[in-house]
């Protein structure tokens, strides 16, 4: 069994590098045991995202309900033939993961699947489900002490939020031509979600969520922060080269930031804001 699970683990973790090379370095911070319940969650997620977002040619709500059903499944019964689900139901219950968070966001991936426009309620919700909880779910692996868990919520939610909300603004053009999504409040842009005047209100939520977010961050155990902190600066670096640019330009390219950027920010986590945190 133990072999069993540890091929597993490798898995999730080749399929963590394989879609993010950002992610993986920030999860390279972590103690070993960390870095294994980080990966499975990251491996849960992307499965069901590609489902939602690139398999929508091969009947997207029948591979959801029955990616769901395996999800259930493998947390019954402690065991499952597929790979990812098996780490990440081990990972669930290792470190008592509340199903709530799983239900809500296999929720938001089927909102994934019906709804094209949001209100800022409908949106705050998806937000949640597809990336506030995904937070709160490493928050559990990061932090034994539930106490401080209940302190770190909040944080952990601004994190999770202001990730995904970047990842809006740089996915817009594709969201919008290939999938027809606009995840943006309707109140937010009138006629227009491609306004500056939109984009602005967006960022400023993304500011106050950062913000938040690194005071919980300050408060995670010494060999956690700084994985998560290169996380944060990754995405922080992001999304100024973001904010710099007219709203029209995002629909011109994709923005990233490159390896020797990523590299950067990993020997600032390392050698200089480690002391700081």
Same mark, same amino acid.
């Given at each position: 069994?133990?072999?069993?699970?540890?091929?597993?683990?490798? !898995?999730?973790?080749?399929?963590?590098?394989?879609?993010?090379?950002?992610?993986?370095?920030?999860?390279?911070?972590?103690?070993?045991?960390?870095?294994?319940?980080?990966?499975? /969650?990251?491996?849960?997620? $992307?499965?069901?995202?590609?489902?939602?977002?690139?398999?929508?040619?091969?009947?997207?709500? %029948?591979?959801? @309900?029955?990616?769901?059903?395996?999800?259930?499944?493998?947390?019954?019964?402690?065991?499952?033939?597929?790979?990812?689900?098996?780490?990440?139901?081990?990972?669930?219950? %290792?470190?008592?993961?509340?199903?709530?968070?799983?239900?809500?966001?296999?929720?938001? @991936?089927?909102?994934?699947?019906?709804?094209?426009?949001?209100?800022?309620?409908?949106?705050?919700?998806? !937000?949640?489900?597809?990336?506030?909880?995904?937070?709160? @779910?490493?928050?559990?692996?990061?932090?034994?002490?539930?106490?401080?868990?209940?302190?770190? !919520?909040?944080?952990? $939610?601004?994190? &999770?939020?202001?990730?995904?909300?970047?990842?809006?603004?740089?996915?817009?053009?594709?969201?919008?031509?290939?999938?027809? $999504?606009?995840?943006?409040?309707?109140?937010?842009? &009138?006629?227009?979600?491609?306004?500056?005047?939109?984009?602005?209100?967006?960022?400023?939520?993304?500011?106050?969520?950062?913000?938040?977010?690194?005071?919980? /961050?300050?408060?995670?155990?010494?060999?956690? %922060?700084? &994985?998560?902190?290169?996380?944060?600066?990754?995405?922080?670096?992001?999304?100024?080269?973001?904010? &710099?640019?007219?709203?029209?330009?995002?629909?011109? *390219? *994709?923005? $990233? /930031?490159?390896?020797?950027?990523?590299?950067?920010?990993?020997?600032?986590?390392?050698?200089?804001? *480690?002391?700081?945190?």
């Amino acid at each position: 069994m133990e072999r069993y699970q540890s091929g597993n683990y490798k !898995i999730v973790r080749n399929i963590t590098r394989h879609y993010s090379t950002s992610f993986s370095l920030g999860i390279s911070l972590l103690p070993l045991k960390t870095r294994n319940a980080i990966y499975a /969650i990251y491996a849960f997620v $992307r499965y069901a995202d590609e489902i939602v977002d690139t398999l929508y040619d091969y009947n997207p709500s %029948k591979l959801l @309900m029955d990616y769901r059903n395996q999800v259930n499944e493998a947390l019954e019964n402690k065991i499952s033939h597929h790979p990812v689900l098996d780490a990440f139901q081990d990972t669930v219950h %290792k470190y008592q993961i509340p199903y709530e968070y799983i239900d809500a966001f296999l929720y938001s @991936m089927e909102m994934d699947l019906t709804a094209k426009e949001f209100t800022k309620k409908e949106l705050d919700q998806y !937000i949640y489900g597809s990336a506030e909880v995904v937070g709160l @779910m490493c928050l559990y692996v990061f932090e034994p002490d539930k106490e401080k868990i209940k302190k770190l !919520i909040e944080p952990a $939610r601004a994190l &999770g939020s202001a990730f995904q909300k970047v990842n809006f603004l740089r996915d817009v053009s594709s969201d919008y031509l290939e999938r027809g $999504r606009i995840y943006f409040p309707k109140e937010y842009y &009138g006629n227009d979600f491609r306004s500056d005047e939109c984009k602005k209100r967006f960022e400023a939520e993304i500011e106050a969520d950062f913000a938040l977010a690194l005071t919980g /961050i300050q408060q995670l155990p010494e060999v956690i %922060k700084v &994985g998560v902190y290169a996380a944060y600066l990754f995405y922080k670096k992001l999304f100024k080269k973001i904010q &710099g640019q007219p709203a029209a330009e995002l629909f011109k *390219r *994709r923005f $990233r /930031i490159n390896n020797f950027q990523k590299s950067w920010v990993v020997s600032r986590c390392l050698v200089y804001d *480690r002391f700081l945190l």
